[in-house]
T-cell receptor, first 116, second 117 residues
Framework: AQTVTQSQPEMSVQEAETVTLSCTYD???????LFWYKQPPSRQMILVIR??????QNATENRFSVNFQKAAKSFSLKISDSQLGDAAMYFC?????????????FGTGTRLTIIP | GAVVSQHPSWVICKSGTSVKIECRSL??????MFWYRQFPKQSLMLMAT?????????EQGVEKDKFLINHASLTLSTLTVTSAHPEDSSFYIC?????????????FGDGTRLSIL
């Protein structure tokens, strides 16, 4: 079974600064997907960024980028130029590429606070 | 883009009541939907995988007679919490993926906050 670990229950960053959220995972599969989801107080799950394991290039989405280290099974999220609207719970998630096993396995989450 | 609608968004009811939560994919077909449960300040835990036209697959420790799942069409899955008790109070959220589109991520409903008095 796959496991996802987020070792930082809480993080804070000054507005306009950069913050990195950590995520590690464990799997015996070679092909899979990794995701970062944002959950604001409204509790809606918002996809921030995704990474296919077969791609060596790190995914980027505007101010959000990842550092994907497949051998180390590490998948960190970097948020640049932090904004007040970035405050939320952030969940790292794993999904197998195997058809029929598409459930998401989530980490325990990191609560991000933005300091004005 | 693809949207998943979940209804109701908030339910308050008395202990012993059964509560039905609906999850609809609005502009795509979903042969598989997922039901998660989230306790306050905790992560999402998968309860079951809902399969259109067949029985749901429940995760270990989830009572299938307590949480009834019906996936009668390609766009609708329902979760019924039977004889709900205060310990069933939680946030329930569904997700689905458009299998007709390659490499699409799962889309989540907005969740249902269930409070049992």
């Amino acid at each position: 079974a796959q496991t996802v670990t987020q070792s930082q229950p809480e993080m804070s960053v000054q507005e306009a600064e950069t913050v990195t959220l950590s995520c590690t995972y464990d799997t015996s599969e070679s092909d899979y997907y990794l995701f970062w989801y944002k959950q604001p107080p409204s509790r809606q799950m918002i996809l921030v960024i995704r990474q296919e394991a077969y791609k060596q290039q790190n995914a980027t989405e505007n101010r959000f980028s990842v550092n994907f280290q497949k051998a180390a099974k590490s998948f960190s999220l970097k948020i640049s130029d932090s904004q007040l609207g970035d405050a939320a719970m952030y969940f790292c998630a794993y999904r197998s590429e195997n058809f029929g096993n598409e459930k998401l396995t989530f980490g325990t989450g990191t609560r991000l606070t933005i300091i004005p | 883009g693809a949207v998943v609608s979940q209804h109701p968004s908030w339910v308050i009811c008395k202990s012993g009541t059964s509560v039905k939560i609906e999850c609809r994919s609005l502009d795509f077909q979903a042969t598989t939907m997922f039901w998660y449960r989230q306790f306050p300040k905790q992560s999402l835990m998968l309860m079951a995988t809902s399969n259109e036209g067949s029985k749901a697959t429940y995760e270990q420790g989830v009572e299938k007679d307590k949480f009834l799942i019906n996936h009668a069409s390609l766009t609708l899955s329902t979760l019924t919490v039977t004889s709900a008790h205060p310990e069933d109070s939680s946030f329930y959220i569904c997700s689905a993926r458009d299998l007709g589109r390659v490499n699409q991520p799962q889309h989540f409903g907005d969740g249902t906050r269930l409070s049992i008095l």
